[in-house]
């Protein structure tokens, strides 16, 4: 398990409390090092000197605390240690959650040098749509700890299949005041994790809901060519239920062109 560990790191979401306020920063990105028997002391000193340089801070920044650096300083400071054992995956748990936007752009930017010169795969987890647009060359989308629709980027974002997608997609503002989206507005609440309804879990807030949907979960199936999703709405999901067609489906309950841009 340590070989395994030394290959897996992460990324946490709030960059204060996962350095500890009493160590340098030297201290810090050495650790994992130390830990996993890594070099020699001028080696590990080396690396930690070069994590720095990776993630665009100083050197001379390794005598310092945690607390003497802003908050996008010490996200850096966080990534620096997920990147010290040269991992091949890195979990990011919404690491620009915390940060001002254009302190985001910066992070982001270094994750994605980082992951271009180490090649890096990254499990970027995240509320924020343009950011995940931005990262992922593949997105999941979840509702209630189950996954509901996946697929690559762009065909996700122009094309979202789930109701709950498109529900999703479709409250991205637009930076246009000519421009308007149509939004798909959720009725109800979120129901509790600890007692899901049954069926799809989605049916008690899906404005395309049908009776099976209470009844049945529905599988997880390729609709399109490397695009996922587990709905009642597509043809292997509805073919035994004796309900319309995909396409009459969508038009008589599902609110039309929710992705659409149209002149104001």
């Given amino acids: ?41 001028a080696q590990r000193a080396a690396r930690v000197t070069q994590l720095l340089k990776d993630v665009g801070l100083n ?7 945690p607390h003497e650096f802003s908050g996008g300083q010490r996200q850096r400071i966080g990534i620096a240690r997920a990147l010290a054992l040269r991992p091949e995956f890195i979990v990011l748990d919404e690491p620009t959650s915390a940060l001002d936007v254009s302190v985001q752009a910066q992070v982001l930017n270094i994750l994605k040098k980082l992951q271009a010169d180490q090649r890096l795969a990254y499990l970027f987890i995240s509320h924020h749509l343009s950011v995940v647009r931005a990262m992922a060359h593949r997105v999941v989308v979840m509702y209630l700890g189950v996954v509901v629709e996946t697929a690559e980027t762009d065909p996700l974002f122009t094309q979202p299949l789930h109701p709950y997608t498109q529900a999703l997609l479709s409250a991205i503002p637009i930076p246009d005041p000519e421009l308007k989206r149509e939004r798909v507005v959720l009725q109800g609440d979120v129901p509790s994790p600890a007692a899901p309804p049954s069926g799809c879990r989605f049916h008690t807030r899906c404005p395309a809901v049908m009776p099976v949907c209470s009844q049945i979960d529905p599988p997880m199936l390729e609709v ?41």
């Fill in 59 to 65: 050197p001379e920044h390794e005598w310092r605390f």
């Fill in 224 to 264: 399109r060519p490397r695009h996922f999703v587990a709905c009642h709405l597509y043809p292997q999901g509805i073919q035994d239920t004796g309900a319309k067609s995909v396409a009459e489906a969508l038009n008589e309950r599902l609110p039309a062109a929710p992705l659409s841009a149209t002149a104001a």
């Fill in 1 to 41: 398990m340590r070989k395994l560990r030394g290959k897996l790191q992460i990324v946490f979401q709030d960059p204060f409390s996962s350095l500890s306020p009493r160590m340098l920063i030297k201290d810090i990105l050495s650790e994992p090092l130390e830990v996993h028997h890594a070099g020699t002391r």
